[in-house]
């Protein structure tokens, strides 16, 4: 969960209204191993493949939701390379979350 890692940092931690997580007070030696504690699902780094990746909550959140968008982010994201184009991923045909950029889709339970 993205909030057990935020604790786990031993730093000044401040979310911001933009959804961004900034860091304040990190030691420049303790740099590295907090960026490798905030890779995965919740947050991504400069560079990282989970960047443009974008999800509605899924299942088990929305009643709505036809699968695991969690889990399928993940598959997307190992065969993706950091630039490649953003995605949208969703759990039913509502797409809730989807941005108003440009982007591809991939949706659960579409033909």
């Known amino acids: ?10 730093a000044r931690v401040v979310v911001t209204p933009w ?3 900034v860091l ?10 907090a960026l490798a ?10 560079g990282s493949a989970w960047d443009g ?5 899924g299942a088990p959140a929305c009643r709505r939701a036809l699968g695991d968008v969690r889990a399928l982010a993940e598959q997307v ?14 759990a039913c045909p509502r797409r ?3 941005p108003a950029t440009a982007h591809r889709e991939i949706v659960l339970g579409a033909a």
């Open 19 to 21: 959804r961004q997580v």
């Open 37 to 46: 504690l905030l890779q995965g699902p919740g947050f991504d780094a400069p």
């Open 53 to 57: 990746v974008t999800a509605c909550v």
């Open 24 to 33: 304040r007070d990190v030691d420049p030696d303790g740099l590295p191993a």
């Open 1 to 10: 969960m993205s909030c057990a890692r935020l604790a786990g940092l031993r």
């Open 96 to 98: 809730c979350g989807r």
């Open 77 to 90: 994201v190992a065969d993706r390379a950091s630039g490649d184009e953003p995605v949208h991923l969703s």
